[in-house]
């Protein structure tokens, strides 16, 4: 008799698994296209959705080919998975590498070694965790569009996801060292945008500021473009943080109310502090505190109840709309060129929001249940206790805070550590900064062509750019 799938398959679990991982690749392609593509001048909008399309396309090789296992595979050091694997930081520090290509290992039942297996495949768990690994290095482009080499940005990315975010994410999602000692992270406030963060105004202080005159200038080509991009952010976190737990459950829906209730408070009190410091509320300002409330979210999204929430997307608002606006002004903040201000809305929104899970989490909010066997009136009966969230620091326990606060400053070093020594690596052979020449010119000297064909000038071209006819009309051959 044949079956359509094997007995350890939830289909619904399979199917929310693909939909959630396809919701969250939708936020870098095209959301953090179009959103990066409208928020430089129209000069560099071309190059920065070229850089984004790059970086999503050379993760996902990298991811199949050896990441994935580095990240959610079998110790490297420790020997085999299980009580016996070794203890100790170095046991528990990255996974071995190994590709995720053949039919077993596309169809065979997902597993993780130190946390457990899943009711989908492992290609699904692969997607899923491609995609949060492809947004990663796309959101700390965001700190050196205007001035990056494309040449040197694709070796880099290579580079940093399978040094920086493997070790990042075996540490705290694959059972590795902070896990163990009770470190969470819902859906990468640390493993993501922290990292991202960090790693990003490290990478603007090597390849050094824009022009001036890109700066001084620095006006958006479309906001409609943000406003589209802004749009599949929020709506695609639904998936970011409605598929961590890894099945269709109380905690996903959990997870998706709570990651929308931080943002709109977010927003509404990003717009609340430009109105008591005297400025207008704009679109791009109330998008930084959109995506505040994201990342603040992502790390407590199926730990904290709707309260929580709440004071997560207050709290962390504040934080990054002082930082942005105030902070930003002093040293090494205001001595570096951070063009869209990722370590803020990123770096300091993802810190908060994980010390925050420390302080907010709520032990009551099931990842998963226990049964339980009791006795009520003579009988034997079922029942399903939460599992899964610890208690914060709201609730008397102090050991959570300060794991969260290791894991953190963990990332921070490790991060910003080795991205300098990888930016340094690869410029060795290829320099990390555009040319002068190229970076006075823009789009038509890195790609040939701008966003808005029609005012792109010949360059010596005989009908103008190849593939445009001067007037923006295809060229005939």
Request: proline share 5%.
């Amino acid at each position: 008799m044949l079956v359509n799938s094997a007995p350890w398959l939830s289909g619904g679990d399979n199917a929310w698994q693909i939909t959630a991982a396809t919701l969250v690749g939708l936020m870098s392609v095209p959301g953090l296209v179009v959103l990066y593509g409208g928020a430089m001048q129209k000069r560099w909008s071309i190059n920065s959705m070229m850089l984004t399309f790059a970086a999503f396309a050379v993760v996902l090789v990298v991811w199949v080919l050896y990441a994935f296992k580095m990240g959610f595979g079998q110790p490297l050091f420790g020997g085999n998975a299980g009580p016996h694997h070794g203890t100790g930081f170095f046991n528990n520090f990255i996974g071995t590498p190994g590709s995720v290509l053949s039919p077993g290992s596309e169809q065979n039942q997902a597993n993780i070694p130190l946390v457990g297996s899943t009711a989908f495949p492992e290609s699904a768990l692969v997607y899923f965790q491609f995609v949060f690994a492809a947004i990663t290095p796309i959101l700390m482009l965001g700190s050196v569009l205007g001035r990056v080499n494309f040449k040197a940005w694709i070796p880099f990315v290579a580079l940093w996801c399978s040094i920086v975010y493997t070790v990042d994410a075996f540490l705290l999602w694959g059972g590795g060292f902070f896990a163990q000692h009770g470190a969470i992270d819902f859906s990468g406030g640390y493993v993501i945008h922290l990292s991202a963060g960090v790693s990003g105004f490290v990478a603007a202080a090597v390849i050094g500021p824009r022009l001036q005159r890109d700066r001084e200038i620095d006006a958006p080509t479309n906001v409609a473009m943000v406003a589209v991009g802004a749009g599949l952010l929020w709506l695609g976190w639904n998936g970011f943080n409605g598929g961590d737990p890894y099945t269709v459950n109380a905690s996903a829906a959990a997870a998706v109310l709570n990651t929308n209730l931080t943002t709109a408070v977010a927003f509404l009190i990003w717009v609340a502090w430009d109105y008591i410091t005297g400025r207008k509320p704009s679109l791009l300002g109330g998008v930084n505190g959109m995506i505040t409330g994201l990342v603040a979210i992502t790390p407590a999204a199926g730990y904290v109840n709707g309260w929580g929430a709440i004071a997560l997307g207050v709290i962390a608002s504040t934080i990054v709309y002082f930082a942005l606006n105030y902070l930003s002004r002093m040293r090494p903040f205001r001595n570096v060129d951070d063009t869209l201000g990722v370590i803020y809305t990123h770096g300091f929104a993802g810190l908060a929001g994980g010390l925050l899970t420390g302080i907010f989490a709520d032990s009551h909010m099931a990842v998963t249940y226990l049964a339980k066997t009791v006795v009520k009136s003579g009988k034997k009966v079922t029942e399903y206790i939460a599992h899964g969230t610890p208690e914060g620091l709201l609730q008397g326990n102090l050991v959570l805070l300060k794991w969260q606060f290791f894991a953190a400053l963990w990332v921070i070093v490790w991060s910003g550590a080795v991205t300098w020594v990888l930016l340094k690596l690869v410029g060795l052979f290829v320099p990390l900064r555009m040319s002068t020449e190229n970076m006075e010119i823009g789009d038509t000297a890195e790609h040939g062509h701008e966003v808005y064909p029609s005012d792109v000038p010949s360059l010596g071209y005989p009908n103008g750019i190849p593939g445009y006819a001067g007037t923006g009309e295809p060229a005939t051959v």
